[in-house]
């Protein structure tokens, strides 16, 4: 590795704390490995511990701040990284304290949860699966890494790419849904925009793959809760999506809050140890999430905070967040011979290797700068970007008697409680997103795209969740006179996110009362629902005319929304999980078990004793991979190259897919492959390749896929990761229902 000579510009601006002026100096620095060793070796055991040790500033906590003032512990030199301090002036002074305070003058790693945007916020994540579109993610991603970049961030606790099957556990909201190759996709694909090609670039981040592992199986949809499952199951639908992570160079892991199988995540040797550094190589830093260790007490694995933290460091966690155990007792712990030296020098490396590659030991300020960010903070491309991708994300579940796009010609009621809603419409976890006066409502988006047109009226008519009827006849008369209803609902922005999870998911408060008022009037209604999870809406879809799934779509969300409505854009996103008919039915996902009695249908004679409910169908409201577009798409001459292909051969599988509607669209075409038998069951369906399509009105694309020996592998009866020979159907088609399918021989 080169030896880098780094010009430091010099900033001189005033900050507070005496409003010291600060110069950067000329540094040249050693390789990497070379540098590390050589500071270590001249660090205390104790300041390598201390390496380890982050505490939260003053901003947004989720959870108990662990005693003493943060700026006291980095005084006495005793911290490593700070989370939630963010912005230039204040990441900078806080440096600048550590700096001047501290023996060896180590920088602080800056983390924040810059989960779906910065300041400029991107629809939430499992809006931004729905797109289908991983160039998509990356370009949010990339845009939230150049914000918080500019604002002396240096590390996000993003992305999360948590498996969620239960739309109960509300942190569904922060994923990319129930499927693993969907997932596979939107991890990279975010460790890709985070982190860029270098960082040690002023722009590019630290990303982190959370929470390691299976946090959203948490039993019963309860947040936090227990998880236990076999490690098959562990490895085929949980793991894939952070081993990808891992391979696309991810720097940084969360440990989940949960147990799996009785071992807590933030102590579990098999999962830090032996899988993710010792079969994936993975050299980053593991970080916990916060309080994790001290949790362990609670859970009844740890006897107190000292034993905690020592089967922490045992298992593998190299950096702890809040709860300050390490800092406390990891000492003792060592002096007692409970932990190795080669552990704590193992964790303290880490950590110095990542502030290296992020170019902190060149220069510690160099991405707390004023005049940055205030250029790059709502550029307008950033801005232009939040709007595209936000179309992209939502899904389109109704549009009976092509009620949608709307006319502007048409007198149109807007009502529903967040109609003019901005605070929501950015959603949970937006960071550092304005949530008033600046994203736009649906409001002020169909204001914007009919400019003056006063034919519409906004009314709120109900609140999210409450009892009030008092606004809702004003609203009512609004829209007797209306062509159309436009009913903005959904869920207030805390409604999912972390522990908000939830036993019914139906569309809060009065709002379902309201709608049925609404109809009586007899005329057509279309229903846009702003919200973090996949909600019950059987009723909405048999009595609403259209419904277009908006999610929390972010800082322009309201003009994707009004563009949406109107016909500017064409939906083209696809649902990333399942929506339930009742919440009875979760957790519901489409790559499920045929069962010995397998699920004919609710009215089918031969029904009776079988793997079911008696009142309702096995099946979801809407599947997986569903959405409609304002154009119809048909799919046709579906071909395979062989109906036989040995181990290392490729089969090629084809489909022709017309555009026969009346607008210029796109469409996901899936493709997906059932393993027809095993040494061990095998899914009804699994996802293993998309691709989204542009289609002109009119026209017919051919799209291919190419399935081998290595898209067939799995978990066996003896554990290995590999294919069986055997006979497999392939299914292509606009979403997971399809049976649209070729098949073929894996012969050996
Ligand atoms: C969450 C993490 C988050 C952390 C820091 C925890 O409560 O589970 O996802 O990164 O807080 O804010």
């Known amino acids: 590795m080169k030896t880098k000579l780094i010009v430091i510009f010099l900033v001189c601006t005033f900050f507070g704390y005496g409003q010291k002026k600060q110069a950067n100096k000329v540094v040249k620095i050693k390789p990497k490995a070379e540098f590390v060793a050589e500071l270590m070796s001249k660090m205390t055991v104790e300041e390598k511990i201390y390496q380890t040790v982050q505490f939260t500033s003053d901003g947004t906590v989720t959870g108990p701040k662990s ?29 600048r304290i550590n700096l001047e305070n501290s023996r060896l003058k180590i920088p602080l790693l800056f983390g ?38 500019s ?76 998880v236990d499952m076999s490690e098959r199951v562990l490895r085929e639908t949980y793991l894939p999506a952070f081993k990808a992570a891992a391979e696309a160079g991810v720097k940084t892991f969360m440990t989940s809050f949960n147990e799996i199988s009785g071992v807590p995540s933030t102590a579990n040797k098999f999962l830090l140890r032996n899988v993710l550094k010792g079969e994936w190589n993975f050299d980053g830093v593991v970080v916990t999430d916060y309080t994790g260790i001290t949790e362990l007490v609670a859970h009844g694995f740890a006897t107190d905070e000292k034993n905690a933290g020592e089967l922490a460091m045992n298992a593998g966690i190299d950096m702890e967040m809040v709860g300050g155990v390490y800092m406390n007792f990891l ?71 092509q009620i949608l796009p709307l006319k502007s010609s048409q007198k149109i009621a807007f009502v529903g409680p967040l109609v003019s809603d901005e605070y929501n419409m950015i959603g949970s976890w937006a960071a550092l997103g304005d949530r ?18 006063t034919n519409a009226t906004f009314d709120e008519g109900v609140e999210i969740q409450s ?24 869920e207030r922005e805390n409604m999912s996110g972390e522990a908000a999870s939830q036993t019914t998911i139906d569309l809060p408060g009065l709002q379902k009362e309201f ?65 339930p008919r009742k919440v009875g039915q979760l957790p519901l996902y489409y790559n499920h078990k045929n069962t010995g ?105 051919t799209v291919t896929f190419e399935i081998s020996s290595e898209d067939l592998k799995f978990y066996t009866l003896d554990m290995k990761y590999e294919a069986e020979a055997g006979r497999f159907d392939v299914f292509i088609g606009t979403n997971s229902d399809t049976e649209n399918k070729v098949s073929f021989e894996l012969v050996k």
């Open 67 to 95: 005693g003493d003032n943060f700026i006291t512990r980095i005084q006495q030199g005793k911290v490593g990284s700070i989370l939630n301090a963010t912005g230039a002036k204040e990441t900078r002074e806080i440096q």
């Open 112 to 149: 924040h949860d810059v989960i779906h945007g910065y300041k400029t916020i991107f629809p939430i994540n499992l809006g931004m699966a729905s797109s289908w579109d991983p160039k998509a993610v990356e370009l949010a991603a990339r845009v939230a890494a150049s914000e918080a970049s």
């Open 151 to 226: 604002a002396g961030v240096h590390w996000t606790f993003a992305p999360m790419v948590d498996i969620a099957r239960d739309a109960r556990w509300s942190r569904v909201s922060e994923g990319s849904g129930e499927d693993p190759f969907l997932g596979i996709q939107m991890a990279i694909a975010n460790v890709k925009g985070f982190q860029g090609a270098d960082l040690s670039k002023n722009n590019t981040i630290l990303a982190c793959a959370k929470h390691f592992a299976a946090y959203g199986a948490a039993e019963a949809g309860r947040d936090y809760n227990t």
């Open 331 to 401: 000492k003792k712990s060592y002096d007692e011979g409970k932990v190795s030296l080669a552990q704590i020098d193992d964790a303290c490396k880490r950590i110095l290797n990542v502030k290296y590659d992020l170019g902190l030991f060149e220069d510690p300020y160099r991405y707390s700068d004023v005049n940055r960010e205030k250029e790059t903070i709502y550029k307008p491309e950033f801005l232009n970007a939040s709007l595209e991708v936000a179309k992209k994300s939502l899904v389109l579940l109704k549009n009976s008697n």
């Open 436 to 453: 008033n006066g600046f994203a736009t409502s649906v409001k002020e988006g169909v204001v914007n795209y009919l400019r003056k047109s």
């Open 467 to 490: 009892v009030n009827r008092d606004k809702m006849q004003k609203a009512l008369d609004n829209a007797k006179n209306a062509d159309v209803i436009v009913a903005v609902m959904g």
């Open 515 to 579: 709608l049925a008022e609404l109809k009586k009037l007899g005329k057509p209604i279309v229903l846009v629902l702003l919200n973090g999870r996949p909600l019950t809406l059987t009723w909405e879809n048999e009595n609403m005319d259209a419904i277009l799934e908006a999610w929390w779509p972010g800082t322009r969300g309201g003009d994707a929304i009004a563009q949406t409505l109107f016909g500017a854009n064409n939906p083209n996103g696809k649902l990333p999980m399942s929506f």
């Open 597 to 701: 009695r397998p699920y004919l249908g609710l009215s089918d004679p031969e029904q009776k004793y079988k793997s079911q409910y008696t009142d309702v169908g096995n099946s979801p409201l809407y599947p997986f991979g569903f959405g409609l577009s304002y154009t119809t798409f048909n799919y046709s001459n579906l071909k395979i190259s062989s109906d036989k292909i040995n181990f290392n051969e490729k089969v090629k599988v084809s489909v022709d897919v017309s555009n026969t509607g009346n607008y210029d669209g796109q469409e996901v075409v899936q493709l997906y492959v059932r393993d027809l038998v095993g040494s061990v069951t095998r899914p009804v369906k699994e996802l293993k390749g998309f691709e989204k399509i542009d289609l002109k009105k009119g026209e017919t694309k």
